[in-house]
């Protein structure tokens, strides 16, 4: 056992910071070209690198202060190309893979529906197969980045007589196709556009945009949420990004806080919570360099790192008192800080820290995960999960 | 970079495992009135003695095993599992005080007896308040013809009780500073007794010092006490987390198989998340411990931050799991006959040895800003 980070003086460190120099403000398709987008992917796309080369390259990245391709992408970097490699074709893979990991076309997921959140499975929308084409119908909610997105990784329902998780296809869809319509949904911080509705009326999507098999869908949806790289970097309040705990007492110290012992208490909690999850996104590395099998330590890490977040901007809001509710009144000197992205925003990473408990499964949902996956408790049981999907509709307006 | 244990570290913690399982046997602490006079207190010792673990941290230099904190980690971590009443730990504190305070003299006389099991060592640095921080007068040492004179009282001190060699400390009246002194549980001047300590698997001692002879141990510097103290922290979180593992994996299966309402408890959201929420606090209380025991095997920079982060996360951690599990067992958990209470008891009682759960987090704040600077 050994708990030493790679040393300032690794040479896999050289080579990376030589790149950076010769590359001082790298474009998206730079980087992607580099394989330093998703260095754990195989050449061309990455450098197949070991967890700990990709640690290295996060880190150097950081300190060059190029913002990464999984914040400005995450859809496609984080989740949905790993699955475009695994379940695409040739012609896929050709067409998709470099754009969206250059950020040159943004992806995003099309999965939550209206009537179903937590019970995915559940959706309505449809894919009809007509000659070469599929027509889709149905309404999506909850997408992240549907109003920049170029590419909508779709789960549709192309049988209906199958039980739901069986009848369930993936699809590669243009999101500028006649049909589509994009709505935001303004979230409660009103701040910026995070979240959208997505209308589908009689979309016409090519067969050669299926992604896997038909009736796939379910396996693929699934595996994509699971992809997600383990967070290597700094565990910041929202998804992985934005302020951590370790900026939060940075912050508490230079606006004289840590003298309140309640709030040095609190922060001193919330540091630890932090050095913790940190160490165990460590280990989960660890496993992978040690082909250990990844099993439900991610729910549990994702279990613990969401209400940590939300503790990590509460208290930096809890300091400012009246101050704090002035919109876009930040709690600390600017300097304080070191996040990248929209989430480096205290004010804005607080109002938005209620999502982190809610997407990428609910609080309630993980719990069940970790308790009946980990633990062995008894699965809940869903009375739908064996019935043709048409007949859970009959019950339903029965 | 590899923060998984190794085989050895793996192989010693089964044999462990597989050793106290056959040989703690709690059901006498579990019948009304008992005391810890039914732990088998010096039974288990012997039996752990004949293992060698009686001079685990001693090196082999004096005939001990030389395991490192990490190797310490996985025998510790089954003792506290096993809840296993036996003067282990109390001993472990006063050879990591020998190492550190004594001089080379008295290391070669104690340490070999300690290792081969023929003598035993505690440390007594408590006041009444349980206060172990360099401000307590009410222990004093005044140099005389046979050397210094002890004076005054020590309280819970852990194992005190049966032990040869008491490592005390004092206030020297000649340097008017505190000073680590070494005394011989054989004097007529000194009384030991054993505290009504509500942890039943635990001898925790009054010791009370009427002018016995102490034999000063090393000149001290601030960094010796702090070493010795992060190995205590890092121990008793040990403890916190192996029993916070056990005590979750013993809720968990009650919870499988007590019936209500025609399912099993643990089919219930209340319970699962509950048992959820305890299985995230015991994972990180196992990191902690582990990061613990690495930056003090290391010697690491960041020892004391990471033992204080291990006490303070790990100690919260158990006392919250052992009340959740009373909880969950729902009224047969507040009876004495379960074995829960045990594990509440200690989780209670690590928690307040040696500084509780706030003061270590407002060193963290400290040692982080250190750190960081």
Not at chain 1, 207 to 218: S, V
Request: glycine share 8%.
């Amino acid at each position: 056992m050994d708990f030493r980070l790679p040393a300032e003086n690794d040479p896999r460190r050289a080579v990376v910071r030589k790149w950076l120099s010769e590359h001082p403000k790298p474009s998206g398709r730079q980087l992607a070209e580099a394989g330093y987008t998703v260095p754990h992917w195989p050449k061309p796309w990455g450098v197949a690198a070991e967890p700990e080369l990709q640690f290295i390259i996060d880190e150097e990245m950081g300190r060059a202060g190029v913002m990464p391709p999984n914040l400005i992408n995450p859809v496609a970097v984080n989740n949905c190309a790993q699955t475009l490699l695994s379940h695409g074709t040739d012609a896929q893979h050709e067409r998709f893979l470099m754009p969206a990991l250059a950020c040159e076309e943004i992806w995003c997921m099309l999965f939550s529906e209206p009537a179903g959140g937590s019970d995915l499975a559940a959706l309505r929308t449809t894919a009809r197969r007509d000659g070469d084409h599929y027509v889709v119908k149905g309404q999506k909610t909850w997408t992240s980045l549907a109003h920049k997105a170029q590419i909508g990784v779709l789960i549709a329902r192309t049988d209906t007589a199958a039980p739901k998780h069986a009848g369930l296809s993936a699809f590669l869809m243009d999101m500028k196709s006649p049909g589509v319509t994009v709505r935001p949904i303004i979230d409660l911080s009103g701040c910026k556009n995070e979240y959208n509705e997505v209308f589908l009326d009689d979309v016409r999507v090519p067969a050669d945009r299926l992604l896997g098999k038909e009736g796939e869908g379910w396996r693929i949806a699934t595996s994509q949420l699971q992809t997600e790289r383990v967070a290597l970097s700094k565990p910041g309040a929202i998804w992985g990004a934005g302020p951590s705990a370790r900026d939060l007492v940075n912050g508490l110290a230079v606006s004289g806080h840590l003298s309140d012992p309640v709030v040095r208490d609190e922060a001193a909690k919330i540091f630890i919570e932090g050095e913790l999850l940190r160490l165990l996104a460590y280990r989960a590395l660890s496993d992978r360099m040690n082909a250990k099998p990844s099993g439900p330590e991610g729910a549990i890490r994702k279990m613990l790192a969401a209400p940590h977040g939300q503790h990590i901007v509460e208290m930096a809001k809890k300091v400012q008192g009246p101050r704090g509710m002035i919109a876009g009144e930040q709690p600390f000197p600017s300097q304080v800080g070191s996040g990248k992205g929209m989430f480096a925003d205290w004010d804005y990473a607080f109002w938005f820290s209620p999502a982190v408990t809610l997407g990428v499964g609910t609080q309630e949902i993980l719990k069940n995960i970790v308790a009946e996956r980990t633990l062995g408790l008894p699965r809940e049981n869903d009375p739908t999960a064996k019935l043709p999907w048409t007949e859970i509709n009959r019950a339903k307006s029965a | 970079m590899n923060f998984l244990l190794d085989e050895d570290h793996l192989a010693l913690k089964q044999s462990a495992a597989v050793f106290l399982d056959k040989e703690i046997v709690l059901d006498a602490l579990l019948k009304p009135g008992a005391s810890v006079d039914q732990a088998n207190y010096r039974g288990n010792w012997e039996k752990i003695a004949a293992m060698g673990w009686t001079g685990i941290t001693v090196p082999e230099s004096y005939g001990g095993l030389g395991l490192s904190c990490v190797d310490v980690a996985m025998v510790l971590g089954e003792m506290g599992r096993t809840l296993a009443p036996s003067p282990f730990l109390g001993n472990l504190i006063g050879t990591w005080a020998l190492l550190r305070l004594g001089t080379e003299e008295q290391k070669q006389r104690i340490l070999p007896a300690v290792a081969a099991g023929t003598a035993r060592l505690a440390l007594a640095v408590g006041d009444a308040a349980g206060d172990v921080a360099d401000h307590s007068r009410e222990l004093g040492a005044e140099r005389s013809a046979q050397g210094f004179l002890l004076k005054g009282a020590r309280a819970f001190a852990i194992d005190a009780a049966g032990a040869d060699w008491l490592i005390v400390d004092a206030h020297n009246a000649e340097t008017g500073r505190r000073g680590f002194f070494l005394v011989d549980t054989k004097s007529d001047d000194l009384t030991v007794d054993i505290m009504n300590w509500r942890d039943l698997t635990r001898q925790v001692c009054d010791v009370r010092l009427n002018g016995c002879v102490g034999e000063e141990l090393a000149p001290l510097t601030p960094a010796d006490w702090a070493w010795v103290r992060d190995r205590i922290l890092f121990a008793l979180a040990a403890e916190c987390a192996a029993g916070t593992q056990q005590i979750l994996s013993m809720t968990a299966e009650y919870a499988k198989e007590r019936v209500a309402f025609g399912k099993p408890i643990g089919s219930y959201q209340a319970i699962k998340h509950s048992l959820a929420d305890m299985l995230g606090q015991a994972e990180c209380a196992n990191v902690a411990v582990l990061y613990a025991a690495w930056a003090l095997s290391e010697e690491a920079p960041q020892a004391s931050l990471a033992a204080a982060m291990a006490k303070a996360f790990a100690a919260d951690a158990y006392v919250d799991c052992t009340h959740r599990s009373i909880q969950i067992f729902g009224a047969i958990g507040f009876t004495w006959e379960m074995k829960n209470h045990l594990y509440l008891k200690r989780a209670h009682a690590n928690a307040e040895l040696f500084g509780n759960s706030r003061a270590h987090r407002s060193r963290v704040i400290d040692l982080a800003q250190q750190a960081a600077a």
